[in-house]
């Protein structure tokens, strides 16, 4: 079967006539920041438009079907910083005493689940036993069994201290 070849000029003209230049060439005309959203977005393998997430965040589809996220400094949705509109007068608020009482609540279940997360991770390490746990009887006549039980021990363990590294950060964060 012969490969089919596009002749690099051919290339060009379907890409300047595709969706993706139509979108580059709106974002590059609109403002002299907009360009640098577009050199964000060509350099991130964008297959569409970048969507504005927050401050100077954006997100768009890469060819492989993940999203590739990306900042764009100076730049705010396109768009001039707006200031924050005030609270109606009738917007339920909570008074300091309930608000104390939640952030009371939430510290408790951090700290359990901090603690649950440390004993699991206490009896994973015994059984990890250093990465040389005593074989169970079904694995000392197969050695890819030991092995496996080894890396979900060794997953496990990191799992845990991942765990623990982050609810101990966002216990530092409860007021």
């Known amino acids: ?3 089919r070849r596009i002749h690099r000029g051919a290339a060009k003209r379907i890409l300047l006539r595709g969706p993706i230049f139509a979108w580059l060439v709106a974002i590059v005309c609109a403002d002299a920041s907009a360009a640098t959203l577009a050199e964000k977005a060509r350099e991130s393998g964008c297959v569409n438009k970048p969507m504005w997430l927050a401050g100077d965040t954006y997100r768009c589809a890469t060819e492989s079907g993940a ?3 990306f900042n764009v400094p100076g730049s705010s949705g396109g768009g ?3 200031p924050k509109a005030p609270t109606p007068a009738g917007f339920p ?3 300091p005493e309930t608000q104390k009482g939640r ?3 939430r510290r408790k279940v951090l700290a359990d689940e901090l603690s649950a997360e440390e004993k699991l991770l206490a009896e994973t390490r015994v059984a990890y036993a250093d990465g040389a746990p005593a074989p169970l009887p079904e694995e000392r006549a197969d050695a890819e069994k030991y092995r496996a039980r080894i890396a979900r021990l060794r997953q496990t363990l990191t799992v845990h201290e991942k765990n623990i590294e982050a609810l101990k950060k966002e216990l530092a964060t409860v007021k």
Do not use: H, I, N, R
């Open 67 to 69: 999203f590739s996220y």
């Open 80 to 82: 001039a910083w707006t």
């Open 1 to 3: 079967m012969p490969s």
């Open 93 to 95: 608020k909570v008074d």
């Open 103 to 105: 952030d009371g609540v």
